[in-house]
């Protein structure tokens, strides 16, 4: 019995040994691996393939110290660490001898880093906001530039419906399954387009016409309070961050008609929790953002490698939505049309839903908001021929209501133009191609390509808008000869993914600029170029804008 056993054991041990130490089968093995990795999407499956990798190394070592022989703990980490280093060293070898010479993206130009991994994206990051450094190497390579080894950055306003458009058969990329585990899917992040189709029609009347018109009394509720409280201000010759006024306000106005909710953050003059975690949430956000598999990785950490305020974020976002569903308002309000009262429970995917309703809902329009009064401050003449508009349509009143805001074309016009400049969202949105690759003009794009459009480099492209750089609002009404191509002014995107919110977005942009001009002359403050609102600006998909202390000097 014990000999018949022994035999089968004593094989075993002769052949695992001649496994271990066989060079070629770890230098094959690391190169399947890479095959298998590239054959589907594997950006969101790390946290699978890092433990399998740990328990099959783990066990290796169990089993050469049982069977092989090695005879201690040393001889197993050598032997088990060899053929580690020779897999790895074979995986790591084949991915980027293909990515750097034989991947189907090689004819288009780039650094040469960016072919080899998208970690490149970090290095762009740390020397400022990411979009532009996606401007600089437009600049450097021209209109396609390889930004990551299965990624390329298009400047060309054909692509724009051929990636957008509700017949493209390009689709959203694996980037928007970056937290799917942990909040389901929203309207945003939903990849699949039936799914897409089905939900969009909810949030399209949450976001209709009829419904803006009443959430008007409430908006406008938002818009007295915060030039009340700058006025406060003002009277006592303090500077503001508007940039931070911005935000409450547009967060207000979010737990207002979104969750019949009062945040409380323009009457208390500072962020509430839910923001706090938010804001907190930008740095990291700012790194990861383009690393979405990293990203996805830290998030399953819970609270660990930074990821708190993330989760703090989602959390806040959970118990504003479950409030709201314990306490049905009788007003309607956003999240009305999406929640089913038969629903005992919130749906995974309503909870995501809340997120994007308040993270898509504030910074974009807070930015925006941010960026324009820049813009003002920048160009005086601009701002006098626009309170002068103001005035006209104010006469006595020291507020104008949404709906009094009508006749203001050249209101329009700054707002256009401070959406062409700065678009909230800068570095564009991610599409896939399909595996048959789509033609976009005269370059074919292979299949399975992430792309991205980088608004804030196309809306500043000299082939789309004479004197790009300029400010210039008057391009939208009395100038069109400097729009040379409208079609590539897309600050809310197009197709069945347009923004969802963008009559919301500007009907808030046109009470608060207009009756912050109705009530003051704004400037930066003396000695200060404002230029900390483009320095410290936070690419986080959507931008945050950086600090913008600015002079509020009362007209009456
Ligand atoms: C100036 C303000 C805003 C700008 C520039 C802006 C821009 C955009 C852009 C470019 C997209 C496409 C994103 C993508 O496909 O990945 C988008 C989508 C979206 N936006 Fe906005 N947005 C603004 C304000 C708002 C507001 C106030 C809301 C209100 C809740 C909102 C909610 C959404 C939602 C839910 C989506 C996803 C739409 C879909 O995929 O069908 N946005 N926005």
């Not at 110290?65 to 280093?85: F, H, I, K, N, R």
């Not at 937290?179 to 897409?196: N, P």
């Amino acid at each position: 019995m014990t000999s018949a056993n022994a035999q089968p054991l004593q094989l075993f041990s002769m052949q695992w040994t001649d496994f271990m130490h066989n060079k070629q089968i770890w230098i094959a093995l690391g190169v399947i691996t890479h095959q298998i990795i590239s054959s589907y999407e594997s950006d969101h499956t790390f946290h699978i393939i890092l433990p399998a990798w740990a328990l099959f190394w783990t066990s290796s070592g169990v089993v050469e110290y049982t069977t092989g022989p090695s005879q201690s703990a040393l001889e197993v980490l050598s032997t088990v660490g060899s053929s580690a280093a020779l897999y790895f060293g074979a995986l790591i070898s084949s991915i980027l001898i293909y990515r750097a010479f034989f991947h189907r993206l090689c004819q288009f130009p780039g650094p040469f880093f960016a072919r080899l991994s998208k970690l490149y994206a970090l290095n762009v990051t740390s020397k400022g906001p990411y979009y532009e450094g996606v401007d600089r190497l437009h600049q450097k390579y021209g209109s396609i530039v390889r930004t990551g080894p299965q990624e390329l950055s298009i400047v060309d306003v054909d692509a724009i419906s051929v990636l957008n458009s509700g017949t493209s058969k390009a689709k959203k990329s694996a980037w928007y399954d970056h937290s799917r585990f942990i909040e389901g899917v929203s309207l945003h992040t939903a990849r699949d387009k039936t799914y897409h189709r089905e939900i969009r029609k909810s949030w399209d009347k949450a976001l209709g016409a009829s419904s803006l018109r009443h959430y008007s009394p409430r908006i406008n509720r938002h818009g007295t309070q915060l030039i009340d409280q700058l006025a406060r201000r003002a009277t006592k010759g303090e500077a503001v961050n508007i940039s931070d006024w911005t935000n409450y306000y547009s967060g207000d106005v979010i737990g207002d008609i979104g969750f019949s909710n009062d945040f409380g953050m323009v009457a208390a003059g500072g962020r509430n929790e839910l923001m706090k975690s938010m804001h907190d949430a930008g740095p990291l956000i700012s790194y990861l953002n383009h690393i979405s598999w990293c990203g996805n990785l830290i998030l399953r950490t819970g609270n660990g490698l930074g990821a708190k305020p993330m989760v703090d974020f989602m959390q806040w976002a959970y118990k504003v939505l479950r409030h709201r569903k314990k306490n049905p308002p009788e007003e309607r309000d956003i999240i009305s049309w999406l929640l089913d009262p038969k629903d005992e429970d919130i749906p995974l995917n309503r909870n995501a839903d809340a997120r994007v309703m308040i993270a898509a809902g504030t910074d974009t329009t807070a930015s925006t908001l941010t960026w324009l009064i820049y813009e003002l401050c920048r160009n005086p003449q601009i701002q006098s021929r626009l309170y002068k508009d103001v005035l006209r349509v104010a006469g006595d009143k020291i507020f104008l209501d949404i709906d009094d805001i009508v006749d203001l074309p050249y209101l329009d016009d700054v707002i256009n133009e401070g959406l062409r400049l700065h678009p909230a969202v800068c570095t564009g949105v991610p599409r896939v191609t399909p595996p048959e690759g789509l033609k976009i003009g005269n370059t074919m794009i292979p299949g399975n390509v992430n792309t991205w459009i980088p608004m804030y480099t196309l809306h500043r492209s000299p082939k789309y808008f004479a004197e790009p750089l300029v400010f210039e609002p008057e391009r939208w009404s009395s100038k069109p000869e400097m729009v040379i191509n409208k079609h590539a002014f897309i600050p809310f995107l197009t197709g069945p993914h347009k923004c969802v919110g963008w009559q919301l977005a500007m009907r808030e942009m046109r009470s608060v600029v207009a009756n912050l001009l109705l009530n003051f002359q704004v400037d930066f403050v003396e000695g200060d170029d404002g230029e900390s609102v483009n320095r410290q600006a936070m690419d986080c998909f959507a931008v945050q804008a950086g600090p913008l202390n600015v002079k509020l000097t009362m007209r009456k």
